[in-house]
């Protein structure tokens, strides 16, 4: 039968503003192989892994044959390391607004949450903003083939709870990621502006409810 039974979050731009700090990493990074990217470009780079990220700003350069495979996981390695220090003083105080009740609502409602992040970051985030308890199924990132729009992610965020996807609704802030959950035939919340295909949509975290998850799984 179908009934709510799970919620799967993501983590970057959903649960903090880490997509932040991956665009200043990746900026940089870009701008240290002369390779310009704006924010309207790190839209596409939202939602997706580490090496597929750089393969698109080296093809956005034009570069993407100008580094072997060992000079391109430095250039990840780089980047990574440069948002890892960027995450430095990450606190509880950077949980974006609304979230830490509402995850504490939907526990309380004897639903599950599970992290659906293609991040390898995901569980040091978590843990530095202390959250990790909040959790109870985390998906493993370096285990995960295909990045979102693929729907891997939230398939074995869903199996990790036991809860069959039709019974979970995602949240997610990019268009990968609507595009994830949907594939995963599961209902899809969307946080942000112009993003397509979700079947809510609200402008920021605070306007997240329990309320909102169960009127869009009802939908
Ligand atoms: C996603 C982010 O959550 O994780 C992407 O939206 C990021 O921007 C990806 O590239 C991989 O993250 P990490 O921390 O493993 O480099
Ligand atoms: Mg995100």
Same mark, same amino acid.
């Given at each position: 039968m179908k009934q709510l039974e799970a919620v799967i979050f993501d983590l970057d731009g959903v649960i903090t503003d880490s997509a932040h700090f991956h665009y200043l990493a990746w900026k940089q990074l870009a701008a240290d192989i002369n390779i310009e990217i704006d924010e309207a470009f790190n839209e596409t780079l939202k939602g997706i892994s580490r090496?597929?990220?750089?393969?698109?700003?080296? +093809?956005? =350069?034009g570069r993407e044959q100008d580094f072997t495979l060992a000079e391109k996981e430095e250039l990840a390695a780089k980047k990574n390391a440069h948002y890892v220090e960027l995450l430095e003083d990450l606190s509880p105080a950077d949980i974006l607004p609304g979230i830490a009740s509402l995850l504490e609502a939907i526990r309380t409602a004897g639903l599950k949450i599970a992290l659906a992040s293609v991040?390898?970051? +995901? /569980?040091?985030v978590l843990a530095a903003l202390g959250l990790t308890d909040s959790f109870d199924y985390l998906a493993d990132a370096a285990?995960?083939?295909?990045?979102? /729009?693929?729907p891997?992610?939230?398939?074995?965020?869903a199996a990790g709870l036991g809860?069959? /996807?039709?019974?979970?609704?995602g949240i997610e802030d990019a268009q990968a990621g609507v595009e994830a959950i949907k594939s995963a035939g599961m209902? +899809?919340? =969307?946080?942000g502006t112009g993003l397509i295909g979700a079947d809510e949509l609200v402008s920021d975290t605070s306007e997240l409810t329990l309320a909102i998850?169960?009127?869009?799984?009802?939908?």
């Open positions: 090496m597929d990220s750089l393969d698109l700003i080296l +093809a956005k =350069g991040s390898k970051n +995901a /569980p040091m285990k995960i083939t295909h990045s979102k /729009p693929d891997e992610i939230f398939l074995v965020a809860v069959a /996807p039709e019974n979970a609704v209902k +899809a919340i =969307g946080v998850i169960q009127k869009v799984f009802h939908l």
